[in-house]
Each structure stands twice: as structure tokens, then as C-alpha cells.
């Protein structure tokens, strides 16, 4: 079996699914290369060695910039914070590796652009953390829409809410940065963008209206001195689609009570399809005339499940998405067919959401250059 050997930057939320999807993806998918936990990167010390420990890296540091030296290492997976991305990224495809780098790609389209196009210079596969769209039963949505079976696409609507800044007590945060990018518009509105594009295509002009609710917060936890807010706490896009259909999203992170509503509604002249993140192995089908929605439940006859479950109903979760995620990316590296969202579909998608942040500064609809 053919071994990849990794390099991680980051040890949070992110890079831990990394390091459980990269050492699963072998074990499950007949024909993975093993992915090998090389070095693992943080800049802080007692963080790296812990991380290292505990999954099983060869080694650990605290600058990124030395795996990008090991030859040993054939993928940087980048897990930090937005505005880092663009210099470790340029830096991994021009030592020669592959890359992988978390949701949203970039501060801005230009950045992502400039990563896209130096990672297609160099011939280097890349993968982007959109790993919802992973779902067996997503996959099964677009063929569903693509097979005709729900007629016409006459809407879409979809929203992506949580709650983890819906306290105006939680300090301020490098995702409050402006220098990061948008605030909810690209942090949430990115994976729901990228739902609605891998479902029905490209879209073609938004009209936004981005609001910031709270307006300070403190400065570091348990502070009394406050920082202004400069991003979108709440975003509310109107869509047209390429396809000539229109439709909605909404971003959220101060939806109280809601931990993971990523989900959609796209209608049809034949029917509709709704699905929630918060019941992930379900897939509502309606046809026209009928007495209400089937339930469609995930199970062996949606593939990749079988691989993970012969019996269905046991459901996937969360790290089994990112599972399938990693293991594609491994055998795209292993000369498989790319399936992507690589950088070139980021780049996409953080057009939307630089026209998307424009749309609702200039108040007026925009086309999605």
C-alpha cells in the first residue's frame, strides 16, 4: 500500500478532524494510500506535543515553515485561521506539496485566485474543508435534481445558523477580524454557497443585506474594555442562478438555541427535496400530488455508507464526512479522479461572497463577476 506522508498546521477544531480523517481513511476505503501523520505544527508548544501524542505523529513543531523542508511530507493540511491561509498555502505549492486548507480559501476572491492559479501552475492536487457536501444523501440530492425528478428547479432556499457568537460576552476573536474576510457571510455562508452551487450550478448575480447585531465586544475574555465589531454577525442573500431560477440564504452564528441548521429546500415543478445537518441521515422527498414527504434514510444504498455500516440506519457522522473527504483527496493524490471542492471551486465561492459583502455596502444587486 502506498504511504502520503502529512504535514498538519493547526491542532483546534479543525485540525483534529484532519488527523481523524487522514488516519481512518485507509482502514475504510478499499485502495486509500495510508496517510502517515508526519509533523504536526502549532505555535503553541504544549498544544503540538499533546497533539502529537495523542494521534500519533512522528514529530511536532512550532514553525510551520519547517515541514515545508521535509521531503517526507507529501500534503500540508492548513487548519489556522483565514487570514493565514493565502502565505502557508503559496508556500506548501511552491516546496512542491499537495494541499489541503480549511473553508473559506481566502480573505478575499483575489487571494484565492492567486492560490488557485499557483496550485494548477504547479500540477498539485488540492482539497478544500467543505466535507458536508460529502454525505452520501447530498450526493444522492444532485443526482435526483440532475436526473429530472424534481421537474423545473423553480426555488432554493437555504440557510446555515448557529449559535456560537450569539453572546455579546464572547470576546473578540481572529474570526472578527475583518482582515480575515466577511463575519457569518463567510464563515457559514461559504458552506451553504457551496451546497447550493454543488446542487444547482453556478450561480449569477446576489443581492445582499449583511448586518452587524452586536456592535462591541470585549477585548479578551473577562475584559471591560470593548472592540468595535466590523463584520456581519447575520447575512441575508437574495440569489439568481444560472440556470434562470432564483432564491435565498441566510447566515447566521446568532441563531439562539441552533447548534448545526445547515440545510436546504430546493423546489420543483415535479417536487421538492429538504434536508437539515441536524438530522444528517435523512433526505425529505416530495412529489408532486403526493400526501406529503417520504423519508429517505441513509443506508448501504448510498455509497460511501457501506463502508463504514453494512446496516442501515446506524447513521454517519460529522468525522465519517470528513473521513470520505480525506480519502478522496488521497486517492486524487494517488492519481484518482479528482472530486474536489479544490481551490478553483473555493475561488468560486469566495466570489460570492466578495459580491455578496459589495451587494449589501452599495444596497443594490450584483452580478457575480
Not at 195 to 209: H, I, K, Q
Not at 342 to 367: L, P
Amino acid at each position: 500500500m502506498r504511504e502520503i506522508g502529512i504535514g498538519l498546521i493547526g491542532t483546534g477544531f479543525m485540525g483534529k478532524t484532519h488527523a481523524i480523517g487522514y488516519s481512518a481513511a485507509a482502514a475504510i476505503f478499499p485502495g486509500c494510500p495510508r496517510a502517515v501523520l508526519r509533523v504536526v505544527s502549532d505555535i503553541n508548544q504544549p498544544a503540538a506535543q499533546a497533539m502529537a501524542r495523542q494521534f500519533g505523529f512522528q514529530s511536532w513543531n512550532t514553525d510551520w515553515r519547517s515541514l515545508l523542508a521535509d521531503p517526507s511530507i507529501e500534503v500540508v493540511s492548513i487548519t489556522t485561521p483565514n487570514v493565514m491561509h493565502h502565505e502557508m498555502a503559496l508556500a506548501a505549492i511552491a516546496a512542491g506539496k499537495h494541499v489541503h486548507c480549511e473553508k473559506p480559501l481566502a480573505p478575499n476572491a483575489a487571494q484565492a485566485r492567486e492560490m488557485m492559479e499557483a496550485a494548477e501552475r504547479a500540477g498539485c492536487v488540492t482539497q478544500v474543508g467543505f466535507n458536508y457536501i460529502k454525505n452520501p444523501l447530498l450526493k444522492l440530492a444532485r443526482e435526483m435534481i440532475a436526473a429530472g425528478e424534481l421537474g423545473e428547479i423553480t426555488n432554493f432556499r437555504g440557510i446555515h445558523a448557529e449559535d456560537y457568537m450569539a453572546d455579546p460576552q464572547t470576546p473578540y476573536s481572529w474570526r472578527l477580524d475583518p482582515a480575515g474576510g466577511g463575519g457569518a457571510v463567510a464563515d457559514l455562508g461559504s458552506h451553504i454557497i457551496g451546497m447550493a452551487r454543488f446542487l444547482l450550478g453556478p450561480l449569477s448575480a446576489v443581492n445582499a443585506e449583511l448586518e452587524t447585531v452586536i456592535k462591541t465586544r470585549p477585548e479578551a475574555p473577562g475584559a471591560n474594555a470593548r472592540r468595535d465589531v466590523l463584520v456581519d454577525d447575520i447575512a441575508r442573500l437574495g440569489l439568481r442562478f444560472a440556470a434562470g431560477f432564483g432564491g435565498s440564504i441566510e447566515a447566521n452564528w446568532m441563531a439562539s438555541g441552533r447548534k448545526m441548521q445547515l440545510g436546504f429546500e430546493v423546489s420543483g415543478s415535479k417536487g421538492s427535496l429538504v434536508f437539515t445537518q441536524e438530522r444528517l441521515n435523512e433526505l425529505l422527498h416530495y412529489r408532486a400530488g403526493a400526501a406529503g414527504f417520504v423519508r429517505i434514510e441513509s443506508g448501504p444504498a448510498h455509497p460511501p455508507y457501506g463502508l463504514f455500516c453494512v446496516a442501515p440506519g446506524h447513521q454517519l457522522g460529522f468525522n465519517d464526512l470528513k473521513t470520505i473527504e480525506m480519502a478522496e483527496f488521497l486517492m486524487a493524490i494517488d492519481g484518482g479522479p479528482r472530486q474536489g471542492p479544490d481551490f478553483r471551486e473555493a475561488w468560486e465561492i469566495q466570489k460570492i461572497i466578495d459580491t455578496a459583502i459589495a451587494s449589501s455596502r452599495e444596497k443594490r444587486w450584483m452580478e457575480i463577476d
